[in-house]
C-alpha cells in the first residue's frame, strides 16, 4: 500500500483471488519497482475465498482479530 504495508494476492487458473495476506512490516520497492519479499517472523493476516463451478464466490475466511 501507499503506507508501505505489503499485502499479497493469489488467483486460481480462471483469476478468481482466492488468497490475500496482510504483512503488519513496512515494506518499501526495490529500486528496480519490484515488491519486496516478506520478513522473516512478519506472519500475514490470511483472508481465503472459495469458488463454485460457476466462478461464483462461495465463501471467504477471514482472519480472527
Not at 9 to 36: C, H, W
Amino acid at each position: 500500500t501507499r503506507e508501505g504495508f505489503l499485502t499479497t494476492f493469489e488467483y486460481d487458473n480462471v483469476g478468481n483471488e482466492t488468497v490475500v495476506s496482510e504483512y503488519d512490516g513496512r515494506y518499501a520497492l526495490a529500486v528496480d519497482g519490484s515488491i519486496p519479499s516478506p520478513k522473516s517472523g512478519d506472519t500475514p493476516r490470511v483472508t481465503e475465498n472459495t469458488y463454485n463451478a460457476l466462478n461464483q464466490l462461495e465463501s471467504t475466511t477471514e482472519p480472527v482479530v
